[in-house]
């Protein structure tokens, strides 16, 4: 696949109120996120990096606990094995995800 449109990637539902779309090459993916109002992402952590961007909405986001409200046009860089989370504020809000290396979990 050499083009994609994003609503025809297949989407799944990650956690409640949580869609998660994905497209991805050999050494590198992009996750398109779309949370519900109030929607939680609860802390984890993984061995990938990972670069957040909200494209809509807001959530307040603990990254290694320093907290912030996150916006759109606001990202995160995330390094490996460091702990994060996030809660949607009030409104629904979509968000993009770069990986590397690809995470296979999500394909």
Known sequence: MSYFRTADLPATEMLPGVMRRAVYLDDVMLTFFEFEANAV???????????TLVLSGAMEFDLDGEKR?????????????IPHSAIVLDEPCRALDAWHPVREDYK
Request: no cysteine.
């Open 41 to 51: 992402i609860p802390e984890h952590h993984h061995p990938h990096q990972q670069i």
């Open 69 to 81: 409200v996150l916006n759109a046009g606001d990202g995160a860089l995330i390094r490996p094995d």
